[in-house]
């Protein structure tokens, strides 16, 4: 008895269903079925999905700090101290606004880009937000730096999201800007990291890391 009972209400569903489905396919463009999918896909309407984006790491977090919170931090002027430590081939490509390039682990030798003030906001960052990005913002909160971050996600991110990003060219009055190469008298080679002032530059090579100041004299 139950069971004709629960036989007679589904085939009474199934009937409702196929009644529903007999009316929606008027409103059905010709030749489109249910069961096909489209043979093209515009992919301008797909949204771009890349790691760390939507909700990145707030200001609370312990270790990284995500795009869109910096990207706030330096618009409203406030911004923190930044360090791209990528090398200077790749700064001169574009660096976000206030940053200083210190390629590698080269911070730790420069003690003078930091705050007195150990309180203050650091970021470093590379092109991908790299385990070396994540291993000098520990060694800046291990010499007391305690809001030292890294940027999640690295310069790829910034720019993949349109992120504002300053030029590299050579500084007013300078004859050389970042990543430009360079020889000294004694046919050194290096690329251009910083310009100083007062006509002087810091250089770097791989090999042997940061050198200068060296007057702008002394290079070809």
Known sequence: MIRDRLKAAVHTAALKLFKMEKQMEPHLEPNVKLDQAPASIDPSVIPRVVDGSGDTPGPNHKEDVGRTMLSAAIIS???????????????????????????????????DLLPADKAARV????????????????????????NARRLKGGYAEWIEHDEPIVGCGAAPGARFGI?????????????????????????????????????????T
């Open 123 to 146: 970021v470093v960052y590379d092109q991908l937000g790299s385990d070396e990005s994540v291993q000098l913002a520990a060694w800046l909160r291990a010499q007391g730096y305690i």
């Open 179 to 219: 990543g430009d190469p360079v020889q000294r008298a004694d046919g050194s080679r290096f690329v251009v990291q910083e310009a100083l002032a007062g006509g002087q530059y810091r250089l770097w090579d791989a090999a042997v890391g940061s050198v200068g100041p060296v007057p702008e004299s002394e290079l």
């Open 77 to 111: 002027s406030a911004g923190p101290v930044l360090i791209d430590h990528r090398p200077p081939a790749e700064c001169s490509g574009g660096m976000l606004p206030g940053a200083v390039c210190v390629p590698g682990l080269g911070l730790k030798t420069r003690a």
